[in-house]
Nanobody
Framework: VQLVESGGGLAQPGGSLRLSCAAS????????AIWYRQVPGKEREFVARVNSFAGSTDYGDSVKGRFSISRDSTKMTVYLQMNSLKPDDTGVYYC?????????WGPGTQVTVSN
């Protein structure tokens, strides 16, 4: 099983980025897909989740109304659309797959929001 994030980089405040998480060896039809982020010295923070079965979504309070999580039709890739970015959104973003069978993490992708 492998999760690989991409799409990180440098964005200006107010800008947008779209992160992708490509899975191999599992399907997001069977696993909840969750995005977390982490800044050095701070705990990992929940960002967004899409439920494996129903496709329902939920978001961390700090990103509600600005970020959107989705899956592609194959259920092998999950996206995180990030709009109205703020400097506080800076961090390493991790993709996480979870169900009763186990959990998997990607290596993370750096997002930096700065002028």
């Amino acid at each position: 099983v492998q999760l690989v994030e991409s799409g990180g980089g440098l964005a200006q405040p107010g800008g947008s980025l779209r992160l992708s998480c490509a899975a191999s060896g599992l399907s997001f039809r069977d696993y909840d897909a969750i995005w977390y982020r982490q800044v050095p010295g701070k705990e990992r923070e929940f960002v967004a989740r899409v439920n494996s079965f129903a496709g329902s979504t939920d978001y961390g309070d700090s990103v509600k109304g600005r970020f959107s999580i989705s899956r592609d039709s194959t259920k092998m890739t999950v996206y995180l659309q990030m709009n109205s970015l703020k400097p506080d959104d800076t961090g390493v973003y991790y993709c996480h797959a979870s169900n009763f069978r186990g959990t998997y993490w990607g290596p993370g992708t750096q997002v930096t929001v700065s002028n």
